[in-house]
Nanobody, 125 residues
Framework: QVQLVESGGGLVQAGGSLRLSCAASGRTFNTKTMGWFRQAPGKEREFVAGITWTSGSTYYADSVKGRFTISRDNAKYTVYLQMNSLKPEDTAVYYC??????????????????WGQGTQVTVSS
């Protein structure tokens, strides 16, 4: 099992930036892909971004392309989500997730094995 702990959420004005972090521990050797999802009140959880540990290949939802950047620090087993030009519609609880698979449907929650507890991001207008 992999344990994931997110941090970095908070309140920011529209147009501002935040950087989320997700630290992995436990059976990290079994982690091949990491992802970020978000869930707004009354809405389903949706994919935001994903990255593979080895090659660093990245994947983004259309809604965040050009504004968000996912990256990883292999030595620290940490994944980051840099969020720029934030909009009120980005307000949600953001979750980090890990997968033992290196290829598949990155945007689907079933692709991932472990989840963090989530961190709140609120963007005011």
């Amino acid at each position: 099992q992999v344990q994931l702990v997110e941090s970095g959420g908070g309140l920011v004005q529209a147009g501002g930036s935040l950087r989320l972090s997700c630290a992995a521990s436990g059976r990290t050797f079994n982690t091949k892909t990491m992802g970020w999802f978000r869930q707004a009140p009354g809405k389903e959880r949706e994919f935001v971004a994903g990255i593979t540990w080895t090659s660093g290949s990245t994947y983004y939802a259309d809604s965040v392309k050009g504004r968000f950047t996912i990256s990883r620090d292999n030595a620290k087993y940490t994944v980051y989500l840099q969020m720029n030009s934030l909009k009120p519609e980005d307000t949600a609880v953001y979750y980090c997730a890990s997968s033992r698979y290196v290829s598949g449907t990155y945007a689907s929650s079933v692709f991932y094995d472990s989840w963090g507890q989530g961190t709140q991001v609120t963007v005011s207008s």
